[in-house]
Each structure stands twice: as C-alpha cells, then as structure tokens.
C-alpha cells in the first residue's frame, strides 16, 4: 500500500491565486512527521514546510501553509497567493518513528504550472 | 555557507561502465543520505551514511552498488557496471549531527546519470 499519495500529477493555476497541493498519509505509528518539499526545473530538492504529529497548530512559513488533518491523515500544502516562480514539482514526504529520522518517504508528487 | 555539493552534475556512461557519484555535506554535518529518483517519480532511499559508517543500505540494490563517507572528504556513491535501469537523477542530503524535534535533511543539486 502506499505510504504517502499525492493524487494530482499536474494542476495549472492562475498566478495570485491560491493552491492546495493534496497529500494523504499512512502510518500506525503514533510518531511521525511531515515534510514538503519544492523541486524547480533546475532540479535541487528545496525543503518548504514541516508538521509534527504531536504538534498542535498546523504549520506556516511565509506563503506556505500546512493543512493538517490527522483525522483524515492529510497534510496538503497551501500556497497563498502563487507566482509564476512557484512552477515547480511539490513532493509530500513522511519519516515515520523517531528512531527512522533519516528514512523519508516520499509521494509521487505534483506539478504545478503557474499561469500568468 | 556553503550547502550540501555534488558533482558532477551530470554524467553519461555507457553500459558496463563504472559511474562515481560524490556528495560533499554541508559544513558540520556528519550524516549523509542518498537517493535515487527515477522519471516522474519521487526520491527513494538508498542509504545512510555517517562518517566512516553505513548506517542503513536497505534501500540499496544488493550488487553493483556501494557507497562510503570516509573520514576525510566526500561520500561516494559507485555503481558498478552500469544499466540502462540506472538512469535516474541521485540526490545526497545532509543533516546536522544532532536530531532533535525533527531531522530536516538539506539537498543537493542532484546527479543525472545517463546509461547510453
């Protein structure tokens, strides 16, 4: 089964506009965290965002913003207001346990089209 | 501050050949970590290196593959007698020594290999 889906391979949205780049989890291990990752045509993997199972309040670092549902197991990135600079691929990763750190598992990703 | 290095950027080897990957961390980082991303597809781990150790290689293909972090200079990633399977973009991050509420691991630019 898959650990992390990110079900949208591609999405084209109007620059200023908000995005909501979907990730589903799954995990039975209470400990475990988030991450979300921005990769340009250029090719380095950028780290975005990060959210904590335990933490209390969803994530947010500038324009991006981490809508946590652990309910639901989801964790979809926000990105408010987009600009044509955020074209990228957005992978969604999970490392499980404390003890697993170093071991992310990622989704398949998105790619993101910003138009003008 | 420099961030995590790897060269060469790109690199084409025809099949059989033996291919050399180097990541240099950033400074003060002593954990390593490669990963393999094929077409369209996220990051796989690979392995986990510290200085003079491998940590985890379950991620690691059984032959041709190895990989070290010596206590001077840079980990290296070699495969060995090269297939066209192997094409695939490999990514090194880095980590600092110490994992406290999270492990966020820094990337590099990433090596394109390419088996003609």
């Known amino acids: 089964a898959q650990k992390i889906t990110q079900t949208q391979p591609g999405m084209f949205v109007q620059e200023k506009e908000a995005v909501t780049l979907d990730c589903t989890y799954d995990t039975s291990d209470p400990s475990y965290g988030l991450f979300w990752y921005k990769q340009p045509s250029s090719g380095e993997m950028i780290f975005l965002i990060y959210?904590?199972?335990?933490d209390q309040q969803n994530a947010t670092e500038g324009r991006y913003s981490l809508n946590f549902q652990k309910a639901r197991k989801s964790a979809n990135l926000v990105i408010s207001a987009s600009q044509l600079g955020d074209s990228a691929m957005y992978f969604c990763?999970?490392?499980?346990?404390?003890?697993?750190?170093?071991?992310?598992?990622w989704g398949a990703g998105t790619k993101l089209i910003i138009k003008p | 501050n420099a961030g995590v290095m790897q060269n060469p950027r790109h690199l084409v080897r025809r099949r059989g050949q033996e291919a050399r990957l180097r990541c240099s961390p950033m400074?003060?980082?002593?954990?390593v970590y490669w990963y393999r991303q094929l077409p369209e597809e996220g990051l796989k781990f690979m392995v986990y290196?510290?200085?003079?150790?491998?940590?985890?290689e379950s991620g690691m293909p059984k032959e041709r593959f190895s990989a070290e972090f010596p206590k001077e200079g840079p980990s290296i990633l070699r495969i060995q007698q090269v297939v066209r399977g192997d094409s695939a973009a490999y990514f090194c991050a880095s980590s600092p020594r110490e994992a406290q509420d999270y492990n966020e691991q820094f990337f590099g630019p990433g090596t394109r290999l390419t088996v003609l």
């Open positions: 959210q904590g199972s335990y």
């Open positions: 400074k003060g980082h002593s954990h």
């Open positions: 990763a999970m490392r499980e346990g404390w003890d697993s750190n170093y071991q992310l598992i």
């Open positions: 290196l510290q200085k003079e150790n491998i940590i985890d």
